[in-house]
């Protein structure tokens, strides 16, 4: 009884705070005007991470592009709950024709840059982050790693929430 005792009050205060934790976050949420936010889900559609938009919109993915192994930026902005491509940036000016689109291209400094004239408007970009690419999501100045250091694949759907 005695052992049986103390797994239960373990449990329950593990639960007590994952109930603290969902608080503080709905509590976060609520102070911030619960705004428009990016959204990490794997592929079964469970959120793994979310991150507040700032007002411009403006979200990026930052990897190693896995050909060229070339740091990579893309931005992305987001209007409602779609969200488009709207730079392309890196090191290498191979990584900008590896992605096929017309667009204005400059070099600025040791990086390249593209903005593309059109790209579809997404509201879900799949992805696959791995150690590799150490794919990571950055809103608003956070850093987000959507890898796992030594882990395996994860297949990720980015999507953005009004």
Do not use: C, K, N
Request: net charge positive.
């Amino acid at each position: 009884m005695r052992g049986r005792r103390g797994r239960l009050l373990v449990g329950a205060a593990v639960v007590g705070v994952a109930v603290a934790a969902a608080a503080a976050t709905v509590a976060a949420i609520a102070r911030d005007g619960g705004g428009p936010a990016v959204i990490v889900a794997d592929e079964r559609g469970r959120e793994l991470a979310s991150a507040l938009l700032p007002t411009s919109g403006r979200f990026a993915l930052q990897y190693r592009h896995s050909v060229y192994r070339a740091e990579v930026t893309e931005t992305f902005a987001a209007a409602g709950d779609r969200f488009r491509l709207v730079a392309v940036d890196s090191p290498s000016e191979a990584v900008l024709d590896y992605y096929d689109l017309d667009g204005a291209r400059a070099a600025a400094g040791p990086r390249w840059r593209l903005e593309p004239s059109a790209t579809p408007a997404m509201t879900a970009l799949p992805l696959v982050a791995t150690d590799v690419g150490r794919r990571t999501l950055v809103v608003g100045g956070r850093h987000i790693p959507l890898f796992t250091e030594g882990g395996a694949p994860a297949h990720l759907v980015l999507t953005v929430r009004r």
